[in-house]
């Protein structure tokens, strides 16, 4: 177990880079602010990201999360169709590269539904301290195209420098991070004209949920969800307005 102070994670991921870490790194920091815990697991292949998630899920379980994103109707029936078809179904590299020889999801969807992954967990992890527990007895077989190995820090910390920079452009309207609480009238609600952002609305902000917590559950990155918030004003936890899209 490796305990980090806040902003130190970076550090400790890099140690592991430089160690060249293949396994699992099981990340839990805690976020005083909105007094809850958030749990991620890195998966490393030789020093490099190769997977993150919330939770580890099994090839099937990645794939229908991938064709979900990506509205694919037919995607239920095509990881049925895989798992009799490879040879081993646990294959995260048989499941995907069988379902993109299907013509169902291509493999630079693969890819990029994975990298926006390990970007969002990290940005959920890195401003606060915690501790990180390894497991070296985790495999995850997938390659990308790109990629082979996976990304260092390096090749990520662009995209995370770019996001902060989005974060911060929302704080003059009350967003100071995917830790704001967003809160909206109920008079205001029924304001909305469209259909979906007014159901979106009743079901997930209750002044109490986080942007982060509303995102994770309807699997939405929580950048764009904060951003479409901007665009309908309602109040967070601070009392700076924020606003909500009236589309979402």
């Known amino acids: 177990m490796i305990n980090f102070p806040s902003g130190q994670l970076i ?3 890099q140690e592991l880079e430089q160690n060249s870490f293949s396994g699992m790194a099981e990340v839990t920091v805690d976020i005083v602010k909105s ?3 958030c749990s991620k697991i890195l998966i490393l292949r030789q020093g490099k990201l190769v997977f993150a998630h919330s939770q580890w899920v099994t090839p099937q379980e990645l794939a229908k999360k991938i064709g979900s994103q990506l509205n694919i109707n037919l995607i239920g029936a095509a990881i049925k169709t895989a798992e009799v078809k490879v040879k081993n179904p646990n294959s995260f590299q048989e499941m995907c590269a069988f379902l993109s020889r299907m013509g169902i999801i291509k493999s630079e969807q693969i890819e990029a539904f994975i990298l926006q992954d390990i970007i969002l967990c990290l940005e959920q992890l890195f401003p606060y301290g915690g501790s990180l527990k390894t497991n070296t007895e985790f495999e ?11 990304w260092f820090f390096a090749d990520l910390s662009p995209k995370l420098i770019k996001r902060q920079q989005q974060w911060k452009q929302l704080t003059t309207v009350g ?26 609305c009743k079901k997930w902000i209750n002044g109490r949920r986080t942007i982060a917590e509303i995102a994770e ?3 939405q990155d929580p950048l764009k969800l904060a951003k479409n918030y901007n665009t309908w004003t309602c109040r967070s936890n601070s009392s700076r307005p924020i606003k909500i899209s009236k589309k979402l």
């Open 140 to 150: 995850f077989d997938l390659t990308y195209k790109t990629q082979e190995n996976g």
């Open 175 to 200: 967003i100071e991070s995917a830790e704001a609480v967003p809160k909206i009238n109920p008079e205001n609600i029924e304001k909305i004209s469209n259909t979906a952002t007014k159901q979106h």
């Open 11 to 13: 550090k400790t991921l």
């Open 35 to 37: 007094q809850r815990k």
């Open 217 to 219: 559950v309807t699997h």
